[in-house]
């Protein structure tokens, strides 16, 4: 075998382990789930049917709006160049990173009932709008999500080397020409990844579904799986609920696989464009429109969950400020191991490594985490307490909950590397962990950390798995604002809201903007 | 050389010390009784560290409290982990849990005969109440200035109101089973008038009361105790709770010991002193609820005393989980459209 097969071995090698331990860490909990059940529970109920098809028509509409109000966003901040740009690109990250109780109280500080896009309308004398309802399930997940489409549909216009623009710009291409030689090859690529991506997310919401679909009519699947756990008991309908989705997930990935393509534009030296083709009044007015409103559609809510809580943040209680330092702590973990993991599965797979282990990366996103959480209970509670183990497994968890974000980010980024000079450093000897070095991660640097800084929210913002292990001193900050509301707190809890904010993405920020670092993005 | 021969002597001096500290403490290190509580409980707002206290106070031992979630979750976990569980005491179930719980075979009869101020007569060998609370929908005084006196009169009103999910919250579940206890057979056609007035429905109590504070709707399905939270935590004389003709659903929060409890006689101990008056005189301003047992000097001024007993309405635990899956049904029916 020569060295360069041998290496390629290395590297695929790792990335099939990554994908195996993720597998395993989603299917073994999973199945303790049912052994614990004594098999499959009762099968789907009368109402499943209806949950499942309201589950995934809300996820498709979400997926489908999300990405299409993306492209004209991610194309107005690809073409131009403002002050305050790189700021408006990192905000991207803010939504997604919002827990989702803070998210819904954020929303309707601006379209609710007693919201201030109502009280603006009702001073016009205009009725007031209804947000409850399938319009604010959707509100709500284009809210979370229009960013991150655009960040995931940015980072590919980005990828277009800066040298097919010169080379339409020689060719005298218009805008027309740019839009059908460069930009409608570059979305074929990214726009099904993307929109795979928030319709899995989607299909796990639960509480935002719950509360902005304003009652029962807006049952999701998860509802269906959180109410056998705990309103039944039922173990075994838990988790063929559970099973039930991971399947659709597939189902989704599959499709989503037949339709991608790869992207074929070659190599460049990864200079910033200048483009020449946007230069028209008009075209600058449209994408000063967009720019504006999806700063405002994002920001206000943001704006409104600041503007409460930031005056209550002095007061805080102690316990709220060493729950931060330990979210902060596990955020960096979480961070970490999702890195390395997409990392791992990335770099193995633009190496020869199978498809299969892409698509393992991605099945996190699509397990129930009460059935996650529950699952690892299981399998830890035998072989150690699981108070001790709070942290550890709500940092293993964020970090697998964040993989498919992170896969998503970094696959493309490093295959385009490996495509565009791997067979120059193949020649020339560079292997193993020099090729990390010197090809894989200064190449990969924007999409990795904004991966990392993406994970790091992630973990920071979860309030997941930490409850079904919860114990005394492991309480993390998004648990200690839950219990400030539990507890009529609801003016601490906003400030605790805030500095969740604040410590989520100051966090994301810094990764991003480090892997942002001497790029002009 | 010299710096790797201190470095050597300070990690052998640090060994030798390790088991002579781990003997020091060995014959002093007194029993630990671990409770498993919800979250809210357990919260340095909560009653848990004045009970903790308190108890360790007087036991020789030490208390190590657990909280995780809501009733309901404290329920699935200590089914989870079984006879294993190491678990003495856990506070939080209710009588919309304690049939299911008892069922479990997890439970041990508490042996606390104290005397208990509720509005109905207790003779559960396994669950020993140390709260209670009535549900009721709460409003604004200033934006609700005629609160409906009953269902019926809610349903006729245009106010809107929020809900909890019966399938995830426990006051959720509460409202399916007062209706239901109210209503019987026609608690369907109920919910059917009344589905117009519900603005949206949260998975959780904290979801309801934080959209209501931040006046989304008129009125939130919570507590008879919760005004007064505002009155004495906050000073603010505007919340109170509407009165209804059909009586309001009793809350009645319980503690019980667990059959494999590694420390039974602390259990038994702190199942006692929870009932006490010293404890029972924490819970009205930390818990929120009625105090099980009634303290001498009365509930704190801003509660309202004595408690509304006399408007309880008391679903027996058995009766509770026989109604609960046909109530969902009616509840579902009613709302999905």
């Known amino acids: 075998m020569s060295p360069a097969a041998r290496d390629g071995a290395g590297f695929r090698i790792a990335g099939a382990g990554a994908a195996t331990a993720v597998a395993a860490l989603v299917l073994l909990p999973l199945a303790a789930v049912l052994v614990a059940a004594g098999g499959a529970g009762a099968g789907p109920g009368p109402g499943d049917g209806a949950a499942a098809a309201f589950t995934l028509l809300q996820a498709l509409a979400s997926a489908a709006l999300s990405v299409a109000l993306a492209v004209p966003l991610a194309r107005a901040l690809a073409r131009r160049r403002f002050p305050g740009r790189a700021a408006l690109v990192t905000l991207l990250g803010a939504p997604v990173l919002l827990p989702s109780v803070v998210a819904v109280m954020a929303l309707l500080a601006v379209f609710g009932r007693g919201g201030a896009l109502n009280a603006a309308l009702a001073a016009l004398g205009l009725g007031p709008l209804r947000v409850y309802g399938p319009q604010g399930v959707i509100l709500a997940h284009v809210f979370f999500n229009l960013p991150l489409a655009t960040r995931l549909i940015l980072e590919g216009w980005l990828a277009i080397p800066a040298e097919r623009f010169r080379l339409a710009a020689a060719l005298g291409f218009g805008p027309a020409e740019v839009g059908r030689h460069l930009e409608r090859p570059l979305l074929a690529t990214v726009l099904p990844g993307a929109g795979a991506t928030i319709f899995l997310v989607c299909l796990s919401s639960f509480a935002v579904a719950l509360i902005l679909g304003g009652g029962p009519r807006a049952t999701t699947l998860e509802l269906a799986i959180y109410q056998a756990f705990r309103f039944d008991f039922d173990l075994g309908r838990a988790a063929l609920l559970a099973a039930g989705q991971l399947v659709l997930c597939v189902l989704a990935l599959v499709l989503v696989g037949s339709v991608a393509l790869p992207a074929g534009f070659g190599a460049g030296l990864d200079r910033s464009v200048a483009r020449h083709d946007a230069g028209g009044l008009l075209l600058r007015l449209q994408d000063g429109a967009v720019i504006l409103a999806a700063t405002a559609f994002l920001a206000l809510p943001l704006a409104a969950v600041v503007a409460a809580g930031l005056p209550r943040l002095g007061a805080l209680p102690p316990a709220v400020w060493a729950a931060a330092a330990r979210s902060a702590i596990l955020a960096v973990a979480a961070a970490g191991l999702a890195g390395t993991l997409a990392l791992a599965i990335a770099a193995g797979r633009a190496r020869g490594g199978g498809r299969w282990s892409e698509a393992a990366g991605v099945l996190p996103i699509a397990l129930s985490p009460m059935v996650l959480g529950t699952g690892l209970f299981l399998l830890v509670f035998p072989l150690a307490d699981p108070a001790a183990l709070a942290l550890p497994a709500t940092a293993a968890v964020n970090a697998l909950l964040a993989l498919p974000f992170a896969l998503r980010a970094l696959a493309p980024a490093v295959a385009a590397a490996e495509a565009a000079h791997g067979r120059l450093a193949t020649s020339l000897g560079i292997t193993g962990g020099a090729r990390l070095r010197l090809l894989l991660l200064p190449r990969v640097r924007r999409p990795l950390g904004f991966a990392l800084g993406l994970a790091a929210a992630f973990a920071a913002g979860d309030l997941g798995v930490v409850v079904l292990f919860a114990g005394g001193a492991t309480a993390t900050l998004p648990l200690e604002m839950f219990r400030l509301m539990g507890a009529y707190r609801m003016e601490a809890a906003s400030g605790a809201a805030v500095l969740l904010l604040l410590l989520a993405f100051g966090l994301f920020a810094a990764f991003d903007r480090g892997g942002r670092l001497g790029t002009r993005a | ?337």
């Open chain 2, 1 to 337: 050389m010299g710096r790797a021969a201190l470095a050597l002597g300070m990690l052998a001096a640090g060994l030798a010390a390790l088991p002579a500290a781990a003997a020091a403490e060995t014959p002093a290190a007194p029993p630990a009784l671990t409770v498993y509580s919800y979250d809210s409980f357990v919260a340095e707002w909560g009653p848990g560290p004045a009970i903790r206290a308190g108890f360790e106070a007087r036991c020789g031992c030490t208390v190590r409290m657990l909280g995780m979630g809501d009733g309901a979750a404290l329920l699935a976990r200590l089914r989870l982990e079984g006879a294993r569980s190491p678990a003495d005491v856990v506070i939080g179930l209710d009588t919309n849990l304690s049939a299911a719980a008892a069922a479990t075979g997890l439970f041990a009869p508490h042996g606390v005969a104290a005397p208990l101020d509720l509005p109905v007569a207790w003779d559960d060998p396994l669950f020993l109440p140390y709260d209670w609370g009535l549900l009721a929908f709460v409003h604004d005084r200033a934006r609700v200035t005629a609160p409906p006196a009953s269902f019926a009169e809610l349903a006729a009103s245009s106010l809107s109101i929020i809900i909890e999910d019966p399938r995830s919250s426990s006051p959720g579940l509460g409202l399916l089973l007062w209706v239901k206890a109210a209503y019987g057979e026609k608690a369907g056609e109920m919910w059917q008038r009344l589905a117009p007035r519900i603005l949206t429905v949260t998975p959780g109590w904290s979801e309801a009361y934080g959209l209501f504070l931040a006046g989304e709707a008129d009125m939130v399905l919570s507590y008879s105790t919760s005004p007064a939270y505002h009155r004495i935590a906050e000073g603010d004389d505007t919340r109170d709770w509407a009165r209804f003709a059909e009586g309001h659903l009793m809350q009645v929060e319980l503690a019980a010991r667990l059959a494999a409890a590694p420390n039974p006689d602390l259990a038994s101990a702190f199942l006692a002193y929870l009932v006490s008056p010293e404890a029972q005189a924490v819970i009205p301003t930390t818990n929120w609820m009625y105090p099980a047992v009634m303290p001498a000097a009365g509930l704190p001024a801003g509660f309202g005393d004595p408690p509304p007993a006399a408007r309880a309405i008391f679903l027996p635990p058995g009766e509770a989980r026989a109604l609960r899956d046909a109530a969902l049904a009616e509840w579902l029916a009613a709302l999905a459209r």
